[in-house]
């Protein structure tokens, strides 16, 4: 009778492990949904919008930019999604390369409408700053970012990205001027824990969502790659008037500086080759 109990105990929280992955799986779906809502609503009122024959040419340019920037965001929502499923099933790869930020940087900067439409200024700092890292997981994780700090700062404020070069290692940043954050919202940030009061009630719906979760899944994949990668940690702070997100990732080696020096090599042969024919034709 232990046995057969023990046996039905084991299968009860086989079951529980179960529906709770199962829950967190259709919470975050729901989310997905929550989330690109809006902006489908928004491409519904530019479409409207383009339709008014009053509007010139300049400003319907303008709504176009804005619909393909808010159809590159839905579509990004979708990746949030899968990749954070895959992170859950260690089914994530990882593409590591060194590359320049301002690469990626010049890619934000193009999705600037949808700060505009909010008011909301986006300010990117030049940066000479190489990492070591998946070239797309980084920019998922730079508009990650982006995208929180754009909601959650009203119209009037600033969002700063940077990137600092550090002792081993480069800081990504993403500041905002907006509503800030409370030690709760601080210490539940990255695992999306709701926030409850004594009675066990939700005490606030607006959330960071599931993209920080991922955020952190990402930093986590890449400190079991190697040692290299020790350095990459991710965080935030707040003091209660804006945010500011981080997340580190290793120097890269710039690969201009390894050609210039093959090419300087190919010139020394190049002379001394030059130098040995003349010497044969004296």
């Given at each position: 009778?232990?046995?057969?109990?023990?046996?039905?105990?084991?299968?009860?929280?086989?079951?529980?492990?179960?529906?709770?992955?199962?829950?967190?799986?259709?919470?975050?779906?729901?989310?997905?949904?929550?989330?690109?809502?809006?902006?489908?609503?928004?491409?519904?009122?530019?479409?409207?919008?383009?339709?008014?024959?009053?509007?010139?040419?300049?400003?319907?340019?303008?709504?176009?930019?804005?619909?393909?920037?808010?159809?590159?965001?839905?579509?990004?929502?979708?990746?949030?999604?899968?990749?954070?499923?895959?992170?859950?099933?260690?089914?994530?790869?990882?593409h590591i390369e060194s590359f320049p930020m301002r690469d990626l940087f010049n890619i934000i900067s193009k999705n600037h409408v949808g700060f505009q439409m909010k008011g909301v200024e986006l300010q990117i700092e030049e940066t000479n700053a190489v990492v070591k890292a998946d070239k797309i997981l980084t920019l998922f994780m730079i508009n990650t970012l982006t995208d929180n700090a754009r909601k959650f700062t009203p119209s009037g404020g600033r969002v700063t990205i940077a990137a600092e070069e550090k002792d081993g290692f480069v800081e990504i940043s993403v500041k905002d001027t907006g509503i800030g954050m409370t030690s709760e919202q601080l210490d539940h940030l990255f695992d999306h824990k709701p926030i409850t009061d004594e009675h066990g009630e939700l005490k606030e719906e607006k959330s960071h969502g599931f993209g920080l979760m991922n955020c952190r899944g990402i930093i986590e994949k890449y400190r079991k790659i190697s040692q290299v990668f020790s350095v990459c940690s991710i965080g935030a702070e707040s003091d209660g008037k804006g945010s500011r997100f981080w997340f580190c990732l290793p120097k890269g080696v710039v690969r201009w500086i390894v050609f210039l020096l093959m090419f300087s090599g190919l010139q020394v042969h190049a002379k001394t080759a030059m130098k040995t024919a003349a010497a044969f034709a004296d």
């Open positions: 009778e232990r046995e057969e109990i023990e046996e039905q105990t084991e299968v009860a929280q086989m079951h529980i492990r179960q529906n709770k992955y199962f829950n967190l799986e259709q919470r975050a779906k729901i989310s997905l949904v929550n989330s690109i809502t809006p902006l489908i609503d928004r491409i519904i009122h530019e479409v409207k919008s383009l339709q008014k024959e009053e509007e010139t040419d300049a400003v319907k340019r303008e709504r176009l930019t804005y619909i393909a920037e808010l159809t590159d965001e839905i579509n990004a929502y979708n990746r949030v999604l899968t990749n954070w499923i895959q992170l859950r099933q260690g089914e994530l790869s990882l």
